[in-house]
Nanobody
Framework: QVQLVESGGGLVQPGGSLRLSCAASKFTLDYYAIGWFRQAPGKEREGVSCIDSSDGTTFYADSVKGRFTISRDNAKNTVYLQMNNLKPEDTAVYYC???????????????WGQGTQVTVSS
């Protein structure tokens, strides 16, 4: 069974940075598109970013473009989400997920991690 584990969340002040990691076990992450999604309290889960498995094409939600960067290190079987210039509205539980298609549509992702909390507050 595909297993994903997120890490790197925490409390950060507005304008600060965090790097989230999504580590895979029991499967080779290279063959999957990996997406990052987030869910804020009282809101639906939304797509943040995703990266294609073949050519590394990336996609971002408009709300994070220019601030977040997704990348993958296949040697470490890990995908990262570098988050800069964080804002209070970025506060949410962040999830990574594996799927066969690089898309911001979460219905295409079948394996999910447990999530990591990101809180942006002064």
């Amino acid at each position: 069974q595909v297993q994903l584990v997120e890490s790197g969340g925490g409390l950060v002040q507005p304008g600060g940075s965090l790097r989230l990691s999504c580590a895979a076990s029991k499967f080779t992450l290279d063959y999957y598109a990996i997406g990052w999604f987030r869910q804020a309290p009282g809101k639906e889960r939304e797509g943040v970013s995703c990266i294609d498995s073949s050519d590394g094409t990336t996609f971002y939600a408009d709300s994070v473009k220019g601030r977040f960067t997704i990348s993958r290190d296949n040697a470490k079987n890990t995908v990262y989400l570098q988050m800069n210039n964080l804002k209070p509205e970025d506060t949410a539980v962040y999830y990574c997920a594996a799927g066969l298609i690089a898309t911001m549509d979460q219905t295409y992702f079948s394996s999910w991690g447990q999530g990591t909390q990101v809180t942006v507050s002064s």
